[in-house]
């Protein structure tokens, strides 16, 4: 993938995923947010491969100003991100991790035949709620989720399928121009191999289609091979990849 359209898919990533604040060194984007701990609100993101200048400097000033704000100090480093930092934080001993894959899909070879017309809910604290059910992850995290979500500018669906009244699937959708982004896809453990992933995902883009999207994108953890077999399926295509790394504790 070209490095513009690499662009444009981390640019919508930051409208549809926002830090609460963001304050930039050159072309290294520092997002933070201190209602929620995801490495991708709380991360430095270079986006220009020739920004090295003083990196030494930037890669110590970074570091503190995390540290003040008691985050770790993480990059986000994506084909954006200059060679020669990712070199400097591993000769310092920054520790890679959590690599991920971009994937994207032309919608118009997406079968939406058998999609489900499904109404996105408007009530953001319920979705988080079902969205935290079916991920089991702690309670504690809705007020920063919910700050999160209620800060998306660009079009969002927020999508559940329940069983009964007991949640078993979540997605959310951004539509941002030709592009959909799709985030938080989880199905509770218990309803995994049911085919509900790929229920949820088509009713999120059918949404998308239906208000102009042309192509959708998603981000998947590399060691998530289930779920990469699963958006395969469906058409998606490895674009890029991404990976973190997190300065040593000292």
Same mark, same amino acid.
């Given at each position: 993938?070209?490095?513009?359209?690499?662009?444009?898919?981390?640019?919508?990533?930051?409208?549809?995923?926002?830090?609460?604040?963001?304050?930039?060194?050159?072309?290294?984007?520092?997002?933070?947010?201190?209602?929620?701990?995801? *490495?991708?609100?709380?991360?430095?993101?270079?986006?220009?491969?020739?920004?090295?200048?003083?990196?030494?400097?930037?890669?110590?000033?970074?570091?503190?100003?995390?540290?003040?704000?008691?985050?770790?100090?993480?990059?986000?480093?994506?084909?954006?991100?200059?060679?020669?930092?990712?070199?400097?934080?591993?000769?310092?001993?920054?520790?890679?991790?959590?690599?991920?894959?971009?994937?994207?899909?032309?919608?118009?070879?997406?079968?939406?035949?058998?999609?489900?017309?499904?109404?996105?809910?408007?009530?953001?604290?319920?979705?988080?709620?079902?969205? @935290?059910?079916?991920?089991?992850?702690?309670?504690? @995290?809705?007020?920063?989720?919910?700050?999160?979500?209620?800060?998306?500018?660009?079009?969002?669906?927020?999508?559940?399928?329940?069983?009964?009244?007991?949640?078993?699937?979540?997605?959310?959708?951004?539509?941002?121009?030709? @592009?959909?982004?799709?985030?938080?896809?989880?199905?509770?453990?218990?309803?995994?191999?049911?085919?509900?992933?790929?229920?949820?995902?088509?009713?999120?883009? *059918?949404?998308?289609?239906?208000?102009?999207?042309?192509?959708?994108?998603?981000?998947?953890?590399?060691?998530?091979?289930?779920?990469?077999?699963?958006?395969?399926?469906?058409?998606?295509?490895?674009?890029?990849?991404?990976?973190?790394?997190?300065?040593?504790?000292?």
């Amino acid at each position: 993938m070209q490095l513009a359209q690499i662009r444009q898919i981390e640019a919508v990533g930051f409208r549809a995923w926002p830090a609460s604040s963001v304050h930039y060194d050159g072309s290294w984007a520092i997002r933070m947010t201190a209602s929620h701990p995801s *490495k991708r609100l709380n991360s430095v993101n270079p986006l220009d491969p020739g920004d090295i200048g003083n990196m030494e400097q930037r890669v110590t000033r970074a570091a503190q100003r995390f540290r003040a704000y008691g985050r770790p100090p993480i990059f986000r480093l994506s084909p954006l991100a200059p060679k020669e930092l990712d070199q400097y934080l591993q000769d310092l001993g920054w520790a890679r991790f959590d690599e991920s894959m971009v994937m994207t899909v032309d919608l118009a070879n997406v079968d939406l035949s058998d999609a489900l017309d499904q109404i996105p809910l408007k009530d953001i604290g319920r979705f988080i709620d079902a969205a @935290l059910q079916v991920q089991g992850e702690n309670s504690a @995290l809705k007020p920063g989720l919910f700050e999160v979500i209620n800060a998306i500018r660009p079009s969002k669906g927020l999508f559940v399928i329940e069983e009964g009244a007991v949640a078993v699937s979540t997605a959310i959708c951004v539509h941002d121009g030709t @592009l959909a982004g799709l985030f938080n896809i989880g199905t509770a453990a218990n309803r995994r191999r049911a085919g509900l992933g790929r229920t949820i995902i088509k009713s999120a883009l *059918k949404w998308a289609m239906q208000h102009g999207a042309k192509k959708a994108w998603l981000q998947v953890e590399v060691a998530n091979t289930g779920a990469i077999k699963l958006y395969e399926h469906m058409g998606f295509r490895e674009a890029y990849r991404y990976a973190y790394r997190q300065a040593p504790d000292k």
